[in-house]
C-alpha cells in the first residue's frame, strides 16, 4: 500500500513540473508584457533580468507554501487518504485547465484556479466523509474565515489595481508628458529614487520575513528602522541615477523598467509558486509525517502535523525556479498571452483582437457625455494645459521598425505599481492574484494615458470584460473539475488515479498540436511582416493558399453530395468558415497594411484591396454553394441524378483547371497566358449555360422536382461567379504585380 502512495507523490511532482510550465506560460505575462510592450530591450535581455528575479523570488516564497497546506480546509480533520487524493485532484485539474487557457490565448489566474481546484477537492471529500456517516458537518472541514479571506482579497485587488494604475499614471503622465526625452534629465532621477526604493522596501525588507537563512536580528534592525531605511534608498537611488545619466547617459526609464520586471518576477516567483508546487509540497510532506508513524493506516491516520509550521526544502524552490527560467525561453504559449495583454493596452491604433459588445457601448457613451460635463467645469487654461500633457509623440522610427505597444513611462508605472501591490500581499501572506494585478494595473494605465480613445475604446473594454469573465469562469470550472476528479479517484481508487493522469496528459498534448497549428497559421497572417519588399508576395501567398482551399473545399462539397456524407459536408462548412475569416480578417485590416507602406506605395494597397475583395467574393461563392447543398442533405431531400452529378463533376473539372492555370501564372509572376486563361474560362461559361437549359428541359419533362431545381440552379450560378472572379482576380494580381514593377 506504501508503495501505491510513493507513486502518487511521484506523480504530484511530476504533474508539478508540468504545472509549472504551463503555468509560468500563462503568467509570463505578469512580469514581461511591460517590458515587451516597451520595447525596452531585446527578448533574451528581459528574459534574462526576469529569470534572475524568479530565483529570488523562488528562495523568497516559503511562506506562502501554507496557504496550500491550511489556507482552504482544515489538514486536520482529514485522514492521509483523503488528503493525498485531494491534492492529486488539484494537479490533475490545474494542469488541464490552465493549459486550455494557455491554448487560447487567455491569460487566466492560477491563484484563483489553485484556491477554488483545493475548495472543491475539500469540499468533494467533505461530502464522500459525511455521506458515509461521519458526524462533523461541512464547515467545520473547511476553513471558510481564510477562504473567504483570500477570494475577497483577489475581488478587491481588481478594483484597487486598477483605480492606482488609473491614478498614479495620470500623475506621472502630468509629470512627465508624451514628450518625455527632456524631462527626463531633470525629473527622471526623482521618480526612479520613488520607484526603486519603494521596490526596494516592498520585495526584498518585507520579503525577508519568509526567508529561514537570514539572521533574525537583521531582520528585527530593518524592521525598527523602516523609515531610514526607506529614506536612504530614496536619495541613495536618486544620486546614483543622476550621477549616472550625467557621466553615462544612464535611460533611467530603460533602467527603472528592468529592475521593475526583475522585481515583479521576484514578486510573481514568491506568491505564485504556491499556485504550482504548493499543493506537491504539501503532498511530500503529508507523506513524511504518515511515513514517520510506522505502521499507520492510511484510512484512519489524521494529518494534524500539516496544521502546523511545516519548513520548506530550498532546493524544491530553486529546482521550480529553473524550470519556470527554462520555460520563459522556450514556451511559445507565453508569447502567446502577452500578445493578448500589450494589444490590449497598445497606445495606437491597429489590429484589434475582440469585436464590441453592448455594455462596452454603453460604458463608452456615457464616458463620453461624463468627459464633455468634466470639460464644461474645469476652467480652460486649465484644461488646456492638463491637455498639452496628453498630446501624442510618434518617434521617428528607422524604416520597417514597428513602434512599442506604449512608451517608457507607462512601462515603469505597470511594474512599480503591480510589485508593490503584489508584494503588499505576500508580506500578508494572502495569495493575491498576480495576474489580476497586473492585468488591472495595464488596464488603468491604457486608460489614463488616452490609449483608449473614440476609435478602439469598445473592442478594448470588451476584450478586458471577456477577460475578467474567464477569470470567473475559471473559479466555476476549477471549483467543478476538482470536486468530479477527486470523486472519480475515490470510488475508481487505483484505476481512477491511471485513468486521470492519462485524461491529462491527452488533454496537454492535444492542446500543444492545436496551439501548434494555430500559431503556424497566425504566422501566416501576420500583419508585422507586411511592408514595401513583401506585400506582393503576402499577396501571392493569400491568393495561392486561398485557391488552393477553395479547390479541395469544392471536391469535399460534390463528393459530400454524391454521397450525402453529413461528415464531409460538414468538413467543407468547417474550412468555408475559416477562409471567410482569414479573408475578413485582412479585409478589416486594410489600415493596418497601409500604414507600413511608404507614401509613393500608396498604389500598391488599392491594389491588394482588389484581391482581397474578390478573393472574398469567391469564398462567399464556395459558401452559397456548400451550405444549400448542407441543408438539401440534411433535411433528406431527394439526392441528385446520376446525370446531374456527373455534369457538376465536368464543371468543378474545368473550374480547377481554370484556378490552376491562374495560380501557375500568380506564382511565376508571368502572365502572358492571359489569352489561354480568357478561353478558358468562355468555354466553362458555355458549359455551365448549357446545363442550366439542360435542367430546365428536365423541370418541364418533370424528370426532377422543385428542390432539386433550385439545388442544380443554385451550383450553376455559384459556380459561374466564382470562374468570373478567378478571373477578376488574375487581372488585378497582373495590374498588382506590373505596378510594382514600374
Known amino acids: 500500500m506504501e508503495t501505491l502512495y510513493i507513486g502518487i507523490i511521484v ?25 515587451i510592450g516597451s520595447k525596452v530591450a531585446n527578448f533574451k535581455v528581459i528574459v534574462a533580468v526576469a529569470a534572475v528575479g524568479i530565483l529570488f523570488g523562488a528562495v523568497f516564497s516559503s511562506g506562502m507554501m501554507e496557504v496550500a497546506r491550511k489556507g482552504i480546509f482544515h489538514p486536520e480533520m482529514f485522514y492521509f487518504h483523503e488528503i493525498i487524493l485531494i491534492f492529486l485532484a488539484v494537479m490533475i485539474t490545474d494542469v488541464i485547465l490552465l493549459d486550455t487557457f494557455n491554448t487560447m490565448g487567455m491569460p487566466t489566474s492560477t491563484t484563483v484556479s489553485i484556491v477554488f481546484e483545493l475548495l472543491g477537492a475539500a469540499v468533494a471529500m467533505a461530502t464522500i466523509k459525511i455521506t458515509d456517516g461521519d458526524a462533523a458537518s461541512l464547515g467545520q472541514y473547511i476553513n471558510s474565515g481564510k477562504a473567504l479571506a483570500i477570494i475577497s482579497g483577489i475581488l478587491v485587488s481588481v478594483a484597487i489595481a486598477f483605480t492606482v494604475g488609473v491614478v498614479i499614471q495620470y500623475i506621472v503622465r502630468l509629470a512627465f508628458s508624451f514628450k518625455f526625452h527632456k524631462r527626463i534629465k531633470y525629473i527622471g532621477a526623482i521618480w526612479g529614487g520613488i520607484s526603486l526604493s519603494v521596490i526596494t522596501y516592498f520585495l ?8 529561514e ?24 537611488w536618486t544620486i546614483l541615477l543622476q550621477l549616472f545619466n550625467y557621466l553615462f547617459k544612464l535611460n533611467i526609464l530603460k533602467f527603472i523598467v528592468l529592475a521593475g520586471t526583475f522585481g515583479l518576477a521576484m514578486a510573481f516567483a514568491g506568491n505564485d509558486l504556491v499556485n504550482f508546487i504548493g499543493v506537491p509540497i504539501a503532498g511530500y510532506n503529508s507523506w513524511q509525517f504518515f511515513h514517520a508513524a510506522q505502521g499507520a493506516d492510511p484510512n484512519s491516520f489524521l494529518m494534524t502535523g500539516l496544521a502546523g509550521k511545516v519548513p520548506t526544502n530550498t532546493l524544491f524552490l530553486v529546482g521550480a525556479g529553473v524550470i519556470m527560467i527554462l520555460t520563459l525561453y522556450f514556451s511559445r504559449k507565453a508569447k502567446t498571452v502577452i500578445k493578448t495583454s500589450v494589444d490590449l493596452s497598445r497606445q495606437e491604433e491597429g489590429e484589434e483582437r475582440f469585436g464590441s459588445s453592448w455594455i462596452a457601448k454603453v460604458l463608452v457613451r456615457y464616458s463620453i457625455k461624463a468627459s464633455e460635463n468634466f470639460r464644461r467645469v474645469v476652467p480652460k487654461p486649465v484644461m488646456a494645459v492638463m491637455e498639452k500633457q496628453f498630446e501624442p509623440y510618434r518617434e521617428e522610427l528607422p524604416d520597417h521598425e514597428v513602434a512599442a505597444a506604449f512608451d517608457l513611462v507607462r512601462a515603469s508605472v505597470n511594474l512599480v505599481v503591480a510589485s508593490v501591490l503584489i508584494a503588499i500581499g505576500t508580506s500578508l501572506k494572502l495569495p493575491l492574484s498576480t495576474t489580476y494585478v497586473t492585468f488591472m494595473v495595464a488596464m488603468g494605465t491604457s486608460l489614463a494615458d488616452n490609449a483608449w480613445d473614440r476609435e478602439s475604446a469598445v473592442y478594448r473594454i470588451t476584450g478586458m470584460f471577456t477577460v475578467i469573465g474567464g477569470w470567473f469562469l475559471t473559479a466555476l470550472i476549477a471549483f467543478t473539475v476538482a470536486f468530479i476528479i477527486l470523486y472519480i479517484l475515490n470510488y475508481l481508487s487505483f484505476f481512477g488515479v491511471l485513468l486521470m493522469v492519462i485524461v491529462a496528459a491527452v488533454v496537454v498534448y492535444r492542446s500543444h498540436v492545436y496551439h501548434k497549428r494555430k500559431t503556424n497559421e497566425e504566422t501566416d497572417e501576420d500583419l508585422s511582416s507586411f511592408s ?44 468555408v468558415k475559416s477562409m471567410t475569416v482569414k479573408t475578413k480578417y485582412l479585409k478589416d485590416h486594410i489600415n493596418v497594411i497601409v500604414e507600413k507602406l511608404q507614401e509613393d506605395s500608396i498604389g500598391s494597397a488599392s491594389y491588394f484591396v482588389q484581391v482581397i475583395d474578390y478573393l472574398r467574393e469567391m469564398v462567399h461563392s464556395v459558401e452559397y454553394v456548400v451550405i444549400p447543398v448542407l441543408n438539401h442533405v440534411d433535411n433528406n431531400h431527394r439526392p ?26 500568380v506564382k511565376s509572376r508571368d502572365f502572358s497566358s492571359q489569352d489561354e486563361i480568357l478561353a478558358m474560362v468562355d468555354n466553362y461559361l458555355k458549359l455551365i449555360e448549357s446545363l442550366r437549359k439542360g435542367q430546365i428541359k ?40 506590373n505596378f510594382k514593377n514600374e
Open 213 to 236: 537563512f537570514i539572521p533574525q536580528d537583521f531582520k528585527t534592525f530593518v524592521q525598527q528602522n523602516t523609515f531610514r531605511v526607506m529614506l536612504y534608498s530614496f536619495f541613495g
Open 640 to 665: 441528385l441524378k446520376k446525370e446531374q452529378i456527373a455534369e457538376l463533376k465536368e464543371v468543378y473539372a474545368q473550374l480547377e483547371s481554370l484556378i490552376q492555370a491562374v495560380a501557375r501564372s
Open 532 to 575: 514595401d519588399e513583401t506585400i506582393v508576395d503576402k499577396s501571392m501567398d493569400t491568393i495561392l493558399l486561398t485557391l488552393g482551399r477553395i479547390v479541395d473545399t469544392c471536391d469535399i462539397a460534390l463528393e459530400g453530395l454524391e454521397k450525402e456524407d453529413m461528415k464531409k459536408l460538414k468538413k467543407a462548412k468547417k474550412a
Open 11 to 35: 506523480i504530484l511532482f511530476l504533474l508539478a513540473a508540468s504545472d509549472l510550465i504551463v503555468g509560468v506560460s500563462n503568467d509570463a505575462v505578469n512580469f514581461l508584457n511591460s517590458a
Open 698 to 737: 428536365r423541370v418541364k419533362n418533370n424528370v426532377v422536382g422543385t428542390k432539386n431545381t433550385i439545388l442544380f440552379l443554385n451550383i450553376l450560378n455559384e459556380s459561374k461567379n466564382l470562374g468570373l472572379q478567378v478571373v477578376n482576380l488574375f487581372k488585378s494580381q497582373r495590374d498588382f504585380v
Open 204 to 211: 526584498v525588507i518585507k520579503g525577508m520575513k519568509n526567508v
